[in-house]
């Protein structure tokens, strides 16, 4: 009898979570607008390629807190011409005091100003009205009524397969946010979906959020969202079931293709759609590899495609930029500087320190700092003799002024900005200004 009634108290209890999982689908209060601007006109200050000289970039970190472990940034372009960056931080990644940190770079002086925190675990909680673990993955993109709105990964029950998506909306360029709101992706359970990739904007006014899965399998799947802001539609991407983190790059408001981190087989997945992502072709691995780490994506405005992503098999020690379709183009080598490529990988773990805190002192850190910074790196990727290096989930924009943005995690401990100068013609090395 009492194992009856336990049964019938566990169905009553999963019988009330429907319901009220669908009362508060049909019940949410509508958003603004959630389709991403499209650029449809180059800028006047963009320039064309020159053969046969080098791209030259500028590089500088954005973060500014030493000691933490930092990860997964995004960057959206502000009204002024100023970009806007977020990414967590934390005393390691799924800790309860991880926060979502952003930061601005003048457009005027060409420097980020001190980060500051958007939000954390207990702020999630209160407008979520449910107990939040830890939260991950921020993404920010501009809506087309010029508002501008973050999604937010965050898990309220085990580990990162247990996620949900929050989002939040900014009409003052970021300065304050609205109470945060969940994203409902499945009228049930509403667990594991993620998000890191940008949204994409097609036609009829509509959305698509790229995201993925993680429970029990993973695959990538694709949200439609309406100009109310809610998930209407959510498509499988097919033969992705050991992809993630899908990155969508569309030609025109029908034509898509979408390229996923490749959770075995050591090389970039892709699929495309035809239809303004409705449906998505069979998965294939492309030429690309893949260590199974996260890749960006961006359609310039002169129409070329570019990628960001760690071009080796296995490790994340390379980071470059891949140019599409242009045969003449193999890699342009981001990261490891050019004074270390000479470097093997694993580093001891004095190594790993003077090269850490050779860049660190470069770009103006203290003594202090240093130690503060290198002390994080070593903690998340250093074992009891060994360091990796580790450049990784790149997020790539160009800016209304033609220049390509390029922000990163570094070694765990810094996120790292490259702005690069497309008026010159990549070669296979980047130069550094």
Same mark, same amino acid.
């Given at each position: 009898?009492?194992?009856?009634?336990?049964?019938?108290?566990?169905?009553?209890?999963?019988?009330?979570?429907?319901?009220?999982?669908?009362?508060?689908?049909?019940?949410?209060?509508?958003?603004?607008?959630?389709?991403?601007?499209?650029?449809?006109?180059?800028?006047?200050?963009?320039?064309?390629?020159?053969?046969?000289?080098?791209?030259?970039? /500028?590089?500088?970190?954005?973060?500014?807190?030493?000691?933490?472990?930092?990860?997964? #940034?995004?960057?959206?372009?502000?009204?002024?011409?100023?970009?806007?960056?977020?990414?967590?931080?934390?005393?390691?990644?799924?800790?309860?005091?991880?926060?979502?940190?952003?930061?601005?770079?003048?457009?005027?002086?060409?420097?980020?100003?001190?980060?500051?925190?958007?939000?954390?675990?207990?702020?999630?909680?209160?407008?979520?009205?449910?107990?939040?673990?830890?939260?991950?993955?921020?993404?920010?993109?501009?809506?087309?009524?010029?508002?501008?709105?973050?999604?937010?990964?965050?898990?309220?029950?085990?580990?990162?397969?247990?996620?949900?998506?929050?989002?939040?909306?900014?009409? $003052? /360029?970021?300065?304050?946010?609205?109470?945060?709101?969940?994203?409902?992706?499945?009228?049930?359970?509403?667990?594991?979906?993620?998000?890191?990739?940008?949204?994409?904007?097609?036609?009829?006014?509509?959305?698509?959020?790229?995201?993925?899965?993680?429970? @029990?399998?993973?695959?990538?799947?694709?949200?439609?969202?309406?100009?109310?802001?809610?998930?209407?539609?959510?498509?499988? @991407?097919?033969?992705?079931?050991?992809?993630?983190?899908?990155?969508?790059?569309?030609?025109? &408001?029908?034509?898509?293709?979408?390229?996923?981190?490749?959770?075995?087989?050591?090389?970039?997945?892709?699929?495309?759609?035809? $239809?303004?992502?409705?449906?998505?072709?069979?998965?294939?691995?492309?030429?690309?590899?893949?260590?199974?780490?996260? !890749?960006?994506?961006?359609?310039?405005?002169?129409?070329?495609?570019? !990628?960001?992503?760690?071009?080796?098999?296995?490790?994340? /020690?390379?980071?470059?930029?891949?140019?599409?379709? $242009?045969?003449?183009?193999?890699?342009?080598?981001?990261? #490891?500087?050019?004074?270390?490529?000479?470097?093997?990988?694993?580093?001891? @773990?004095?190594?790993?320190?003077?090269?850490?805190?050779?860049?660190?002192?470069?770009?103006?850190?203290?003594?202090?700092?240093?130690?503060?910074?290198?002390?994080?790196?070593?903690?998340?990727?250093?074992?009891?003799?060994?360091?990796?290096?580790?450049?990784?989930?790149?997020? !790539?924009?160009?800016?209304?002024? &033609?220049?390509?943005?390029?922000?990163?995690?570094?070694?765990?401990?810094?996120?790292?900005?490259?702005?690069?100068?497309?008026?010159?013609?990549?070669?296979?090395?980047?130069?550094?200004?």
């Amino acid at each position: 009898m009492e194992s009856r009634n336990r049964n019938l108290l566990f169905a009553g209890l999963v019988f009330i979570a429907f319901v009220a999982a669908g009362y508060k689908i049909f019940h949410r209060t509508p958003s603004s607008s959630f389709a991403v601007q499209t650029v449809k006109a180059i800028s006047s200050s963009s320039k064309p390629f020159n053969s046969g000289q080098a791209l030259r970039f /500028e590089a500088q970190f954005v973060s500014s807190v030493p000691g933490k472990a930092v990860h997964a #940034p995004s960057i959206v372009e502000l009204r002024d011409g100023s970009l806007r960056a977020v990414w967590f931080s934390g005393s390691r990644e799924g800790a309860g005091d991880v926060t979502i940190q952003t930061a601005v770079l003048s457009k005027g002086s060409q420097e980020w100003a001190s980060e500051s925190s958007l939000f954390d675990r207990i702020q999630l909680q209160r407008g979520l009205w449910r107990y939040v673990k830890k939260i991950g993955n921020p993404v920010i993109a501009r809506a087309t009524d010029g508002s501008l709105h973050l999604w937010m990964v965050n898990v309220s029950i085990g580990g990162w397969a247990g996620s949900a998506i929050t989002w939040s909306r900014s009409d $003052d /360029e970021g300065a304050t946010w609205s109470t945060p709101k969940r994203l409902v992706t499945s009228p049930f359970l509403n667990i594991s979906t993620l998000v890191k990739a940008a949204p994409v904007a097609m036609t009829q006014g509509q959305t698509i959020l790229p995201v993925y899965h993680e429970f @029990i399998t993973k695959f990538a799947e694709v949200l439609r969202i309406d100009s109310s802001g809610r998930a209407v539609d959510k498509v499988r @991407i097919p033969g992705s079931h050991t992809s993630l983190q899908p990155v969508i790059l569309a030609s025109n &408001g029908q034509q898509a293709q979408a390229f996923m981190r490749a959770t075995q087989g050591g090389q970039v997945i892709s699929s495309s759609t035809e $239809d303004a992502g409705l449906t998505w072709a069979v998965t294939a691995p492309t030429a690309a590899p893949n260590p199974n780490s996260a !890749l960006a994506g961006a359609v310039l405005q002169d129409g070329s495609r570019w !990628l960001a992503l760690n071009p080796t098999s296995t490790g994340r /020690e390379k980071l470059a930029l891949l140019k599409l379709d $242009d045969p003449a183009i193999k890699e342009i080598v981001v990261e #490891p500087p050019e004074q270390n490529k000479s470097l093997v990988s694993p580093l001891n @773990i004095k190594d790993y320190a003077a090269v850490l805190g050779a860049e660190l002192k470069a770009k103006g850190a203290t003594e202090v700092q240093i130690q503060a910074y290198v002390a994080s790196a070593k903690r998340q990727l250093c074992g009891d003799t060994q360091c990796a290096q580790e450049f990784s989930y790149p997020f !790539l924009l160009q800016t209304r002024d &033609g220049y390509l943005h390029l922000v990163y995690t570094w070694h765990r401990t810094r996120i790292k900005h490259v702005r690069f100068d497309l008026s010159l013609t990549p070669s296979n090395q980047v130069k550094a200004q």
